[in-house]
């Protein structure tokens, strides 16, 4: 067990470091929430191949676009950019399109439009901000909230174990150009609770076991705390997951990267709390004599008149 702890720890320092190569190098994919930008949904009659439908619009669209589906291809989205000459007009000119085209049975495509959004470059602008001063509010809760649970040692674990997680899971949408919008970002705070409550799950099995444990070998006490909390953190992640895959599968496009982030996230948390929060401490000098002079200590107080 302990040499899988090591190996999982400087895999997963590799790992950060790969995510943070993407980030650096690709940087993030940010969505039409940040960016600014227009906002076109409409249904078809029928459904339509995404393939089919990205040349149709293609057509009437001469600025970049993003196409996602949902209802099995009945239900559009299009996001073009802010600067976009076509706006939100090209819908009406493909509608007139599909209706000249109706008289042919084969080519006959209704198209409703449902909804024509413009979100200004300045509401992005702040989205960004608002939303990392969330990030930042909960980052800073989640230390003071350390600073009392834990020793700092064990609490010097969790808060890596929670930078790990949200780097990689970043990292992930940076290689993979994922489009990062306010689902994402309401994602990567779940991810950072999901994160610390394993960590936290992890590190007070340690310190019980160090407290009434006279075994003062750190990695058997680690070894110890990891084996008796596996099986409800797996089955924990493993119902989680399954959730997960369904709103993946289930959910149409619009929700995918939602439960991309959260699916890896979880993955990432599950190692993490071994690899990382489990294995730091004793890296950074962690001793269950110190823990054990405290529960003596305390002991000592109780007993008092």
Not at 143 to 161: D, K, M, P, Q, T
Request: aromatic letters at 12%; proline letters at 2%; hydrophobic letters at 50%.
């Amino acid at each position: 067990m302990t040499k899988f702890r090591v190996i999982s720890f400087y895999t997963a320092i590799f790992v950060v470091l790969f995510a943070l190569m993407g980030l650096f190098s690709k940087g993030l994919n940010f969505g039409l929430d940040f960016t600014g930008g227009y906002l076109t949904e409409f249904s078809t009659n029928q459904p339509v191949s995404l393939q089919a439908m990205n040349e149709m619009i293609t057509l009437f669209i001469a600025d970049d676009f993003q196409l996602s589906s949902a209802e099995n291809g009945s239900y559009w989205t299009v996001r073009t950019p802010d600067n976009s000459a076509s706006g939100n007009s090209w819908l009406f000119n493909f509608i007139e399109a599909q209706k000249i085209l109706a008289g042919d049975i084969d080519k006959a495509l209704i198209v409703t439009p449902q909804d024509a959004v413009y979100i200004g470059s300045q509401v992005g602008e702040e989205l960004i901000n608002q939303g990392g001063l969330a990030l930042l509010t909960a980052l800073v809760i989640i230390l003071l909230y350390l600073s009392f649970r834990f020793e700092w040692r064990l609490a010097i674990g969790a808060v890596a174990a929670l930078f790990h997680d949200v780097i990689i899971v970043l990292g992930i949408f940076a290689w993979l150009g994922l489009s990062f919008d306010l689902t994402i970002l309401a994602s990567i705070l779940a991810i950072i609770g999901y994160s610390l409550n394993d960590s936290i799950i992890v590190g007070d099995r340690i310190r019980e076991i160090m407290k009434t444990n006279k075994e003062n070998n750190i990695d058997t006490i680690i070894n110890s705390a990891i084996k008796t909390t596996l099986v409800r953190t797996l089955i924990t992640s493993g119902t989680t997951l399954a959730t997960i895959v369904a709103i993946w599968f289930f959910a149409g496009d619009s929700l995918h990267g939602f439960a991309v982030s959260l699916f890896s996230g979880i993955l990432v948390g599950t190692f993490s709390s071994i690899a990382i929060s489990a294995t730091l401490p004793k890296l950074v000098g962690l001793r269950a004599d110190y823990y054990q002079q405290k529960a003596l200590e305390q002991e000592a107080l109780c007993q008092l008149p």
